[in-house]
């Protein structure tokens, strides 16, 4: 079974614009979780996605966004981009994201803020 | 307000020797604690998890003790390896439909020496 797919790897911006990340899950896994990680923030929640629907928010500001599509890929964006949005995007599905269900890991799309 | 505190952040042991981790939580309302193991480049991976109605759960030579009443919980590992020198972190979650929505600790980085 193939893992969860993040794309692209890395992404170089300048500050002001915006930018769209991709995660493709594990065949078969409906919920979809994203992270920011940082060296001093360390592994922040972003959002969770179910059934093309938001589940859960951390506290991000609405420059933030996501959405999730039918066969489950989910993407995040981030608009008017700031420096200290600099940092590894995670994504995470499970099957379900429902009861003690472990999250499997994509490797990250690296964004880099000119 | 940081809900899983996790030490150290730096670790050194022998090759063979044991390495422990620690973790505290604040939230009783958590009920899975899972480890993740994350090397560079790459996303963090689930190594063992746990739930507070067991006080124990060895994989190997991994092992993750449970303390419900100090609100702790710690992982070990056995006959530490080269290869386990890696980045360690423990999570947190409540389950039920925010079983997506996992609260880190700020992450250990392993150095086992040969």
């Known amino acids: 079974k193939a893992g969860v797919t993040q794309t692209p790897r890395y992404l170089i911006k300048t500050r002001g614009q915006q930018v769209t990340l991709s995660c493709s899950p594990i065949?078969?896994?409906?919920?979809v979780s994203w992270y920011q990680q940082t060296p001093g923030q360390g592994l922040q929640f972003l959002f969770e996605y179910f059934s093309e629907t938001q589940r859960n928010k951390g506290n991000f500001p609405g420059r933030f966004s996501g959405r999730q599509f039918s066969n489950s890929r989910s993407e995040m964006n981030v608009s008017t981009l700031e420096l200290g949005d600099s940092a590894l995007y995670l994504c995470?599905?499970?099957?379900?994201?429902?009861?003690?269900?472990?999250?499997?890991f994509g490797d990250g799309t690296r964004l880099s803020i000119l | 307000q940081q809900q899983v505190k996790q030490s150290p952040q730096s670790l050194i042991v022998q090759k063979g020797g044991i390495s422990i981790i620690n973790c505290a939580y604040e939230n009783t309302a958590f009920d899975y604690f899972p480890w993740y193991q994350q090397f560079p480049g790459k996303g963090p991976a689930l190594l063992i998890a746990i739930r507070p109605d067991v006080s124990e759960k060895k994989e190997g030579r991994f092992t993750i003790s449970f303390n419900k009443s100090a609100k702790q919980f710690s992982l070990h590992i056995m006959d530490s390896q080269p290869g386990d020198s890696a980045t360690y972190f423990c999570?947190?979650?409540?389950?039920?439909?925010?079983?997506?929505?996992?609260?880190f600790g700020d992450g250990t980085t392993l150095t086992v020496k040969p």
């Open positions: 995470a599905s499970s099957p379900t994201g429902v009861g003690n269900q472990p999250q499997h």
């Open positions: 999570a947190a979650s409540t389950g039920g439909t925010n079983a997506g929505k996992s609260t």
């Open positions: 065949s078969g896994h409906r919920s």
